[in-house]
């Protein structure tokens, strides 16, 4: 509490589903979070300066994104203009109207691909080996990001892992089982749940631990680098599936959808440098919050 007490923060996609957690927590830490147009283009250099200049931030998040992997390989020119060009707009933006603003560049863990089972987690120090459109967005926009600190600004480049939570769009995984097993419960769908590839390895995190993760990288004193936020704990797809099915009264069937099907993959990261930055590290159950998406499920399936 009060550490970004007179702080302004500008949040750019605050509208989205970690914006809704992120502007709240800030809020909380004693910051004034900026007023935000979810209509901004973010591909618009210019305008990004021109709100530069009248918000005269301390900090921006820059979460405005595209994040669906699956709809990145039915558009991919269209993540790459949102994702990469929207970085690229803003950090030519604050060089000229903003070089003393912390920049959060939020981008994603999938830039490292995929581990072999039984590898370490990622450290910062790994390669990135981006496998999908979505993932070479991220990754462009991460390296932009490092060369715009070389020359300078204060560029945190924020590599976060899967996270879920309430109200996360239900075209991620453990939003998907659990509307689908809301619409069981309810009795509004026949008791069938429709998978991907189950033996899938993510880690998973809360979305309260990533935001807080977020307003601690925020802090003037945390030096510029690439920071994972990870649990260091792989969690398989199907496991997730079995903590929801667990909490719920639903007896399904589970049916392979060939559309989401993709091949096995492993992708669990190490935030020891966080860790050391900030003190921060997860406590928020991965079971909790599991619970807390199903109910938000349960909530929007009674309408």
Same mark, same amino acid.
């Given at each position: %509490?009060?550490?970004?007490?007179?702080?302004?923060?500008?949040?750019?996609?605050?509208?989205?589903?970690?914006?809704?957690?992120?502007?709240?927590?800030?809020?909380?830490?004693?910051? !004034?979070?900026?007023?935000?147009?979810?209509?901004?283009?973010?591909?618009?250099?210019?305008? %990004?300066?021109?709100? #530069?200049?009248?918000?005269?931030?301390?900090?921006?998040?820059?979460?405005?994104?595209?994040?669906?992997?699956?709809?990145?390989? $039915?558009?991919?020119?269209?993540?790459?203009?949102?994702?990469?060009?929207?970085?690229?707009?803003?950090?030519?933006?604050?060089? !000229? /109207?903003?070089?003393?603003?912390?920049?959060?560049?939020?981008?994603?863990?999938?830039?490292?691909?995929?581990? !072999?089972? *039984?590898?370490?987690?990622?450290?910062?120090?790994?390669?990135?080996?981006?496998?999908?459109?979505?993932?070479?967005? $991220?990754?462009?926009?991460?390296?932009?990001?490092?060369?715009?600190? @070389? $020359?300078?600004?204060?560029?945190?480049?924020?590599?976060?892992?899967? +996270?879920? *939570?309430?109200?996360?769009?239900?075209?991620?995984?453990?939003?998907?089982?659990?509307?689908?097993?809301?619409?069981? !419960?309810?009795? &509004?769908? @026949?008791?069938?749940?429709?998978?991907?590839?189950?033996?899938?390895?993510?880690?998973?995190?809360?979305?309260?631990?990533?935001?807080?993760?977020?307003?601690?990288? #925020?802090?003037?004193?945390?030096?510029?680098?690439?920071?994972?936020?990870?649990?260091?704990?792989?969690?398989?797809?199907? $496991?997730?599936? @079995? %903590?929801?099915? /667990? &909490?719920?009264?639903? @007896?399904?069937?589970?049916?392979?959808?060939?559309?989401?099907?993709?091949?096995?993959?492993?992708?669990?990261?190490?935030?020891?440098?966080?860790?050391? /930055?900030?003190?921060?590290?997860?406590?928020?159950?991965?079971?909790?919050?599991?619970?807390?998406?199903? &109910? +938000?499920?349960?909530? &929007?399936?009674?309408?």
């Amino acid at each position: %509490m009060g550490l970004l007490r007179g702080k302004r923060i500008w949040v750019t996609g605050a509208g989205g589903f970690v914006g809704g957690v992120l502007v709240p927590a800030l809020q909380a830490a004693g910051a !004034e979070v900026a007023p935000t147009d979810d209509d901004l283009d973010v591909r618009d250099a210019a305008l %990004m300066a021109s709100t #530069l200049r009248r918000i005269r931030p301390d900090a921006v998040i820059h979460l405005a994104a595209l994040s669906s992997v699956a709809a990145s390989l $039915k558009d991919a020119r269209r993540v790459y203009e949102v994702n990469f060009q929207g970085a690229r707009s803003l950090l030519t933006a604050a060089e !000229e /109207a903003a070089p003393r603003t912390r920049i959060l560049l939020i981008g994603s863990g999938v830039i490292y691909g995929s581990a !072999e089972p *039984g590898s370490p987690p990622f450290d910062e120090a790994a390669p990135l080996r981006p496998g999908s459109p979505y993932a070479w967005s $991220k990754a462009c926009a991460d390296l932009l990001g490092a060369h715009y600190a @070389e $020359k300078g600004l204060d560029v945190l480049r924020v590599r976060p892992f899967n +996270h879920t *939570g309430p109200g996360q769009s239900d075209s991620f995984v453990a939003a998907s089982f659990a509307r689908q097993l809301a619409e069981i !419960e309810a009795r &509004q769908r @026949e008791p069938l749940i429709r998978v991907g590839n189950l033996d899938s390895v993510r880690d998973f995190l809360s979305v309260e631990d990533v935001v807080d993760a977020y307003v601690r990288l #925020l802090d003037p004193r945390v030096p510029a680098a690439a920071y994972n936020v990870a649990s260091g704990v792989g969690t398989t797809a199907r $496991k997730i599936l @079995e %903590m929801l099915v /667990a &909490q719920s009264s639903a @007896e399904p069937r589970i049916d392979v959808d060939p559309e989401r099907l993709r091949p096995t993959d492993v992708a669990v990261g190490a935030s020891a440098r966080l860790a050391r /930055a900030t003190d921060w590290v997860p406590t928020r159950n991965l079971e909790d919050t599991l619970s807390a998406v199903l &109910q +938000h499920a349960r909530e &929007q399936t009674r309408g």
